[in-house]
């Protein structure tokens, strides 16, 4: 039931009880707005000993008072009211957590069963918030499958495709063994990953997030290229074969798929500074003269410069109402060094904190840092003239 921002019977009940046996109105007020939303005025409790309304008994109390002291102040959620959002939550931090044990061996099978639980209870939240009935007359709820065939789905198709491999290698464990590790089907359950924590904050808000709930994974030791390589050739035997086939078909593959079906990230080692660095791996032993790989990872273009040249300018122009042309920003890019000139014999020599260089069609793009920094330069008379003085 959805609440609203005037207090239910059972809360007056409750605040009435509770106020008769010496309670003070704002202790009251804080334990009912306990991950209530909205939560509910001060005012509401004017008078609350003086109410026609029946107290609420010992028990029924004590039973409010505990459920409210298992509210995950972080998140709001209660596991008496958001049963579905804790327990699909929970399922979905479990699948990483024992995914990244390093002792298991078992991860493809757990992560697949754990990740088909974690979303059947969040399709089945929003179902329920839309007035979708959830059982049939057999008291079965509506089964993932089902869920992703609905017409009215709210999940993109990349996300419903990667979805149906998940199933389908949880289908394939439960009956089969691997004979492998099932190290080909990690980008799926990396993909999966992104895309829960996409849905479940998009859907209920971004107190739902897990970004900052799990942490990084630690190892005891490093692998060559040469070695990973050796292990992926050895991981896809026939067995493994066979379900990629078998996902392929179920999902109807069109080689159109994107991150939210599958996510791989491709490392290249490249000289960089730390500060220019996303992120670095590297031995910083006092004193050591061993030569260091500095591995970078490729962050999406898209995602961390996503802004063409015209799109700066009028970024600029309607943050300020300040005149911005295009000769301006080239101005400006070159009194900042932020890119090589047109004519440069390295291209890519960007400053990454403001710009990238896409060597398939040959142009750059900006970041919103880059945007945030023309706005504040223009902003400054003495610093707009600097720009403007820079000769083309």
Same mark, same amino acid.
């Given at each position: 039931?959805?609440?609203?921002?005037?207090?239910?019977?059972?809360?007056?009940?409750?605040?009435?009880?509770?106020?008769?046996?010496?309670?003070?109105?704002?202790?009251?007020?804080?334990?009912?707005?306990?991950?209530?939303?909205?939560?509910?005025?001060?005012?509401?409790?004017?008078?609350?000993?003086?109410?026609?309304?029946?107290?609420?008994?010992?028990?029924?109390?004590?039973?409010?008072?505990?459920?409210?002291?298992?509210?995950?102040?972080?998140?709001?959620?209660?596991?008496?009211?958001?049963?579905?959002?804790?327990?699909?939550?929970?399922?979905?931090?479990?699948?990483?957590?024992?995914?990244?044990?390093?002792?298991?061996?078992?991860?493809?099978?757990?992560?697949?069963?754990?990740?088909?639980?974690?979303?059947?209870?969040?399709?089945?939240?929003?179902?329920?918030?839309?007035?979708?009935?959830?059982?049939?007359?057999?008291?079965?709820?509506?089964?993932?499958?089902?869920?992703?065939?609905?017409?009215?789905?709210?999940?993109?198709?990349?996300?419903?495709?990667?979805?149906?491999?998940?199933?389908?290698?949880?289908?394939?464990?439960?009956?089969?063994?691997?004979?492998?590790?099932?190290?080909?089907?990690?980008?799926?359950?990396?993909?999966?990953?992104?895309?829960?924590?996409?849905?479940?904050?998009?859907?209920?808000?971004?107190?739902?997030?897990?970004?900052? *709930?799990?942490?990084? /994974?630690?190892?005891?030791?490093?692998? #060559?290229? @040469?070695? +990973?390589?050796? &292990?992926?050739?050895?991981?896809?035997?026939?067995?493994?074969?066979?379900?990629?086939?078998?996902?392929?078909?179920?999902?109807?593959?069109?080689?159109?798929?994107?991150?939210?079906?599958?996510?791989?990230?491709?490392?290249?080692?490249?000289?960089?500074?730390?500060?220019?660095?996303?992120?670095?791996?590297?031995?910083?032993?006092?004193?050591?003269?061993?030569?260091?790989?500095?591995?970078?990872?490729?962050?999406?273009?898209?995602?961390?410069?996503?802004?063409?040249?015209?799109?700066?300018?009028?970024?600029?122009?309607?943050?300020?109402?300040?005149?911005?042309?295009?000769?301006?920003?080239?101005?400006?890019?070159?009194?900042?060094?932020?890119?090589?000139?047109?004519?440069?014999?390295?291209?890519?020599?960007?400053?990454?904190?403001?710009? *990238?260089?896409?060597? /398939?069609?040959?142009?750059?793009?900006? #970041?919103? @840092?880059? +945007?945030?920094? &023309?706005?504040?330069?223009?902003?400054?008379?003495?610093?707009?003239?600097?720009?403007?003085?820079?000769?083309?």
């Amino acid at each position: 039931m959805a609440l609203t921002p005037s207090l239910t019977i059972a809360e007056q009940r409750i605040a009435k009880a509770l106020a008769i046996d010496g309670e003070r109105n704002q202790d009251i007020h804080i334990l009912i707005n306990i991950g209530r939303t909205p939560s509910v005025n001060f005012g509401r409790l004017s008078g609350v000993k003086d109410w026609s309304i029946q107290p609420a008994t010992a028990d029924e109390t004590g039973a409010f008072k505990f459920e409210k002291s298992l509210v995950d102040l972080k998140t709001g959620l209660s596991p008496f009211q958001d049963e579905r959002l804790v327990r699909s939550r929970e399922a979905m931090m479990l699948a990483v957590q024992v995914f990244n044990l390093p002792g298991l061996l078992f991860k493809t099978e757990l992560f697949s069963m754990l990740a088909n639980v974690a979303w059947t209870y969040l399709l089945h939240e929003f179902y329920d918030r839309k007035g979708v009935k959830l059982e049939d007359k057999t008291g079965n709820t509506l089964l993932l499958s089902q869920m992703l065939k609905r017409s009215d789905c709210p999940l993109a198709k990349d996300i419903k495709k990667n979805l149906l491999a998940i199933k389908t290698i949880r289908d394939d464990v439960e009956h089969k063994i691997l004979a492998s590790l099932g190290r080909s089907f990690y980008p799926l359950f990396q993909a999966n990953c992104l895309n829960f924590e996409e849905v479940i904050c998009a859907f209920f808000g971004s107190r739902m997030s897990l970004g900052s *709930t799990l942490s990084y /994974a630690l190892q005891f030791s490093k692998m #060559s290229p @040469d070695q +990973i390589a050796q &292990l992926q050739k050895y991981d896809l035997n026939p067995e493994i074969n066979a379900i990629n086939e078998h996902i392929k078909e179920v999902s109807e593959q069109d080689g159109t798929e994107g991150m939210q079906f599958q996510f791989k990230v491709a490392y290249s080692f490249e000289k960089v500074s730390k500060g220019d660095a996303n992120i670095v791996f590297t031995n910083n032993n006092p004193g050591s003269d061993k030569k260091h790989e500095v591995v970078v990872q490729k962050v999406a273009a898209d995602e961390q410069w996503p802004y063409k040249p015209m799109t700066v300018v009028k970024a600029v122009k309607m943050a300020t109402g300040l005149a911005f042309s295009s000769h301006n920003h080239v101005q400006a890019w070159r009194k900042y060094g932020v890119r090589p000139k047109a004519d440069s014999t390295d291209p890519s020599g960007c400053n990454k904190k403001f710009c *990238t260089y896409h060597p /398939a069609h040959g142009d750059y793009t900006y #970041s919103q @840092d880059w +945007i945030d920094k &023309l706005i504040a330069a223009i902003q400054d008379a003495n610093e707009y003239a600097a720009i403007k003085a820079v000769k083309l």
